[in-house]
């Protein structure tokens, strides 16, 4: 095997496949620009949609790039081996042109001969084959042709060897590149599709050739390849490493973090190291810490990384020191980013995280006075809901102070919460018009217009700060630097009167918070939400979070006039409206 640092890795798989006529091009923003139905981009394909559906790429039909990604729903996994948050994705494209057989050779000659893996490291798993679509066999001959043993591939079925883009768009069968550690089979049924850790997914060739659509799987104009490989995984690999956090991809955060930590926790100090560096990358493509959409996720990995290092005892201040160390980890993979900004958005944020860490602390020794010896559910409950306490660290904070936590109370009071605002949604919604009244429902309706108008009038920075809603109007906070012009507000104006013309119908559908935010639905009060939650429809131009009650479609809403604009506080404006009979 051939050692590489990431850099030349990246530097390697690039020039191996523009020897091979690929063309290089750039990675896309992490932040999803003209889909605002996804928060981050999750994948390389995602900026390639349209050309995997037919459209002609100004590059060509072969292309080779890295991506950044982020991906959320793996936060959990963050602190094993090899699961990040924010990773990059190299890849290569065949938009039309070679397909799984060229695909195959590429793939094994660039491990086998330029990072010089030997072919006994690899397995693979190939599509089963189902309704929709063959057994690959094709793809397993292929292997077999170039030297991996039949014991080391794997058939699978549609949950492993298959990838989808989302609900609907390009879609196909894969087949998936493992390396194999050497360590002992867990059982006897061990293969990749385990995550025991005997074996690693480094690589993955999806041969799309069918789109996902209402109807069904249809075949797709073209044939595509979409392959994806871990940039940082496959380093591990390189670098001949049991994790990713041992590479040189994260050489200086480790070394910082390990001196600064009092405590040995491994899954700490790899939460803090990953948690830094995807907020940095997202903060480095626009985004500020919020309680809102990828603003949410940033607070919600800084506050975790804080978390974790409060574990391992190290002060607060020493944040930022950690982030010199994350930066230059980047920097060295990624080349130049303004890393002032971020260190001046990171220093706010750890202020908060501090108050609000008061807050609590002030609040738990009140007990402490009282001479209680188990923090009482009730109590571990009023500290998430009112200072948005992660349970976690009250558990934390009352273990130093030799008390127990009723953990079990906490959650029974957690779930009745989570019932009572869930019925209370339905109850409102069944309620209907009674409970709310006419008018009422109708500026709710009419306040997610204009939340949608603003955002397609003045940018995508437009988040809704606030609202309030009696019989005679509405009135709405918002996130904007500056005064609203006229010419913007009257424009607003048009807009919300011209989707009220179109009659579009109200719907709404119940997901799970997860799915809701990665969905890209606004979403104000994220922390406060069950985990299902019920998002609102409004034709294709509003998509919110929200627990109604609606009226069933915008013709019911009259005339729609703002009567006021002005300044809520900082960096906040506010909007007074009315509705009026036609
Ligand atoms: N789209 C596939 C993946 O994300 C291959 O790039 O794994």
């Known amino acids: 095997m051939k050692e590489f640092s990431v850099k030349d890795l990246k530097k390697e798989y690039i020039s191996f496949f523009v020897s091979k006529g690929h063309k290089e091009i750039k990675s896309a923003s992490l932040i999803p620009e003209n889909d605002s139905s996804v928060l981050f981009t999750t994948a390389g394909m995602q900026p390639l949609v349209p050309y995997l559906l037919g459209e002609i790429h100004p590059a060509g039909k072969r292309i080779v790039d890295s991506q950044k990604c982020i991906r959320t729903v793996d936060i959990d996994d963050v602190g094993d081996n090899s699961h990040l948050t924010f990773f990059e994705m190299l890849g290569n494209w065949s938009l ?60 699978l079925p549609k949950k492993h060897n298959w990838w989808w883009a989302g609900e609907e768009g390009p879609c196909g069968p894969d087949t998936e590149i493992f390396y194999i550690f050497d360590k002992e089979k867990c059982s006897d049924n061990c293969s990749p599709a385990c995550d025991c850790g005997k074996y690693m997914e480094i690589w993955n ?63 700490s100090k790899r939460i803090i190291a990953d948690h830094l560096r995807a907020s940095t ?33 190290i002060d607060f201040d020493k944040a930022l020191e950690i982030e010199g160390a994350v930066i230059l980890d980047l920097k060295n993979q990624l080349g130049d980013f303004d890393e002032k900004e971020v260190l001046s958005v990171l220093k706010e944020e750890v202020e908060k995280f501090r108050k609000t860490l008061a807050k609590g602390l002030k609040r738990i020794n009140e007990e402490i006075e009282k001479g209680v010896k188990t923090l009482e559910g009730e109590v571990v409950f009023r500290l998430y809901d009112t200072f948005g306490f992660p349970p976690e660290l009250t558990e934390e904070i009352a273990k130093e102070n030799n008390l127990k936590v009723d953990m079990e109370g906490f959650k029974t009071l957690f779930k009745k919460h989570q019932e009572k605002s869930r019925q209370g949604a339905e109850n409102k919604f069944k309620g209907g018009l009674k409970s709310t009244g006419e008018m009422e429902t109708k500026y709710h309706t009419a306040t997610h217009l204009l939340n949608a108008a603003l955002k397609e009038v003045l940018g995508p920075h437009i988040h ?56 890209g639905a606004e979403a104000m ?47 906040v404006r506010r909007i007074k409206a009315v509705l009026e009979e036609k």
Request: with cysteine; net charge negative; proline share 3%.
């Open 525 to 571: 009060f994220i922390d406060r939400y069950g985990d299902e939650v019920k998002v609102y429809f409004i034709g294709d131009f509003s998509k919110e979070i929200c627990g109604g009650p609606h009226v069933n479609s915008t013709g019911e809403l009259g005339h729609f006039k703002i009567k006021k604009e002005e300044s809520s506080s900082s960096g």
């Open 464 to 519: 809704q700060k606030g609202s309030n809603i009696t019989e005679e109007r509405l009135r709405f906070d918002f996130s904007h630097p500056e005064k609203v012009s006229r010419e913007n507000l009257d424009k607003v104006e048009a807009l919300v009167n011209q989707k009220i013309e179109e009659n579009l119908p109200v719907t709404f559908k119940v997901m799970s918070k997860e799915d809701a935010i990665n969905s």
């Open 96 to 155: 039309g042109d070679y397909f799984k057989n060229e695909s195959i050779e590429y793939s094994f000659e660039f491990l086998t001969k330029h990072l010089m893996i030997p072919t006994s490291k690899l397995a693979v798993t190939v599509f089963e084959g189902d309704e929709d679509a063959p057994r690959d066999e094709e793809v397993a001959k292929k292997w077999e042709e170039l030297g991996i043993k039949k014991e080391n591939i794997f058939y």
């Open 205 to 267: 060739n999806v041969f799309m050739e069918y789109n996902k659509e209402k109807g069904g799987i249809k075949p797709l104009k073209q044939k595509n390849v979409d392959t994806g490989m871990g940039l940082e995984r496959i380093v591990t690999v390189s670098q001949n490493k049991d994790s990713v956090y041992d590479t040189d991809v994260f050489y200086n955060t480790m070394k910082k973090i390990n001196e600064l930590s009092k405590v040995d926790i491994k899954e």
């Open 281 to 313: 990358m997202i903060m480095n493509d626009g985004v500020k810490p919020s309680n809102v959409d990828q603003g949410y996720i940033v607070r919600r990995l800084l506050r975790r990384s804080l978390r974790h290092m409060r574990k391992l005892d």
